[in-house]
């Protein structure tokens, strides 16, 4: 079995509701300029490097990640839609 990458780049801008990216500073798997990429193609993005973190960013920062997401949803949770 084999898994096969799927582009979905070009429905990124179709996404119409609050996107947070979370990406730990030492991530492998998510560069700075992808997480920049990825703010940019999405209207409402919001993209967040977490400092002494890897990929596993729940694992390496668990407050700073539960802080961050916690944040975002009551942020997003009152705004406008």
């Known amino acids: 079995m084999t898994r096969q990458p799927c582009d979905l780049e070009p429905q990124l801008a179709r996404i119409a509701g609050p996107i947070l ?3 730990g500073q030492y991530s492998r798997a998510l560069s ?3 997480l920049s990429h990825l703010v940019h193609a999405c209207p409402r993005a919001t993209g967040i490097e977490i400092p002494q973190a890897g990929h ?4 390496d920062q668990p407050a700073a990640f539960l802080d961050t997401v916690t ?7 009152r705004a406008p839609v």
């Open 21 to 23: 990216f979370i990406r």
């Open 32 to 34: 700075a300029e992808r």
């Open 56 to 59: 596993h960013v729940f694992l």
């Open 71 to 77: 944040t975002f949803l009551h942020e997003t949770s």
